[in-house]
């Protein structure tokens, strides 16, 4: 059963204390890796995708990268404004319908 | 552009009600999900749709059904209630099969009771 698994499940950061978040995978056949950000309230929000291993995308203080087990979203010098639930899903190379695999997500405070 | 809308954004029914949960979107895509999210849980797929006309099952289709007549309509319906379908459902939407990223509405937050 394809499986992604997001660790810690929580993430207390002071500004500026740079982090990473981990997402191991077992989705057989990965098409793709995708990050998503989603604050409280609202509906996930895209932020990268990763397609092969050794792939990295960079966006302000966030940083994925991809191997071939696992994806980590570096955040470098955090502020306040990243806090948010980071949400990471593979999709398999068969999968109809582009169906995404979610993992429970990690939540990250950062604490001005 | 509105991007995904869904309603209502909130709803308490009583276990044995049925409704429906309305998305719509704007941007013209043929692919479009329904996920319920659980508190500390992953977004598990209810149903998804190819283009209009074309839905198929995902993880947790038990409990709901969906149809999809036009481009910009996947309502979600629930018959018959039960506190187990206590959750936040979101409704996305993408371009095509190789497009990986997904557009979610900002969700609806169902209570049975």
């Known amino acids: 059963e394809d499986q992604v698994t997001q660790s810690p499940e929580a993430l207390r950061l002071q500004e500026g204390e740079s982090s990473s978040l981990n997402c191991s995978y077992t989705?057989?056949?990965?098409?793709?890796l995708f990050w998503y950000r989603q604050d409280p309230g609202k509906g996930p929000e895209f932020l990268f995708t990763?397609?092969?291993a050794g792939e990295e995308k960079e966006k302000e203080r966030l940083k994925a990268t991809l191997t071939k087990k696992e994806s980590f979203l570096h955040i470098t010098a955090p502020k306040p404004e990243d806090s948010a639930t980071y949400l990471c899903?593979?999709?398999?190379?068969?999968?109809?319908?582009?169906?995404?695999?979610f993992g429970g997500g990690t939540r990250v405070l950062v604490k001005p | 552009n509105a991007g995904v809308t869904q309603t209502p954004k909130f709803r308490i029914l009583k276990i044995g009600q049925s409704m429906t949960l309305q998305c719509a979107q704007d941007?013209?895509?043929?692919?479009m999900y329904w996920y319920r999210q659980d508190p500390g849980m992953g977004l598990k797929l209810i149903y998804y749709?190819?283009?209009?006309?074309?839905?198929d099952k995902g993880e947790v289709p038990n409990g709901y059904n969906v149809s999809r007549s036009t481009t910009e309509d996947f309502p979600l319906r629930l018959e018959l209630a039960a506190p187990s379908q206590t959750s936040v459902y979101f409704c996305?939407?993408?371009?095509?099969?190789?497009?990986?990223?997904?557009?979610f509405g900002e969700g609806s937050r169902l209570t049975v009771l």
């Open positions: 941007m013209n895509h043929n692919y």
């Open positions: 990763l397609y092969s």
């Open positions: 996305a939407s993408s371009l095509g099969q190789a497009a990986g990223e997904l557009f």
């Open positions: 989705v057989s056949g990965l098409r793709g």
């Open positions: 749709s190819v283009g209009a006309g074309i839905t």
């Open positions: 899903a593979g999709t398999m190379i068969k999968a109809a319908g582009n169906k995404l695999t």
